[in-house]
């Protein structure tokens, strides 16, 4: 039983190392199997958090390999359900991305998920996702629509929150690199 256990770990590392082998090249950081979105640089949660083009790569191949279907470079390889699967984790961690940068510009006091690393949040994504997606993250207290925010119902806040991305994609690209 013990040697089943040390395959599965070993397994996992290299699967780590394997899907972390690019943004350790592109981002100039460690990252490792307890990696969470709050201890990723500002500069490398801001080109996270855009979800364009190279961005979306490095997540997808993140993805990808962790759940052994090859690399992001062979993305569109895949058959259509294996493409949505991959998908549906995609904007899972893109939100949570997005969110992680609201709340280092202090206009969230929590989002849900944020306890997890990127690989929990990965490999249990048929079990975490639908409660934390469930969940709506939590306006700061100093945001200046924090006492519109207590009053509306949960699709309300949920709606207000999303308007907020637009927001932070622009502050992004406004002050790029000073989080």
């Not at 780590?16 to 090249?25: I, L, Q």
């Not at 984790?89 to 991305?97: G, K, M, Q, S």
């Not at 929150?161 to 406004?174: G, Q, S, W, Y």
Request: glycine share 4%; net charge positive.
């Amino acid at each position: 039983m013990t040697e089943v256990v040390e395959i599965q770990k070993a397994r996992l590392s290299m699967a780590v190392r394997k899907g972390y082998r690019n943004w350790k090249s592109q981002f100039k950081e460690d990252f490792g199997l307890d990696t969470r979105l709050s201890d990723i640089s500002p500069k490398t949660l801001v080109s996270l958090a855009h979800g364009k083009e190279r961005s979306t790569f490095y997540l997808l191949d993140l993805i990808m390999n962790l759940e052994n279907r090859g690399s992001g470079f062979e993305f569109s390889e895949l058959d259509p359900k294996d493409k949505m699967a991959v998908l549906d984790r995609y904007l899972f961690l893109l939100d949570r991305i997005r969110f992680e940068y609201m709340k280092r510009l202090g206009w969230l006091q929590s989002y849900p998920g944020e306890e997890y690393a990127l690989v929990e949040l990965i490999l249990r994504f048929e079990r975490l996702a639908p409660r934390l997606q469930a969940n709506t993250p939590a306006l700061s207290r100093d945001h200046s629509a924090y006492e519109a925010f207590r009053n509306m119902n949960v699709f309300e806040r949920e709606e207000l929150i999303r308007k907020l991305i637009p927001k932070a994609l622009k502050h992004m690209e406004d002050h790029s690199t000073t989080l």
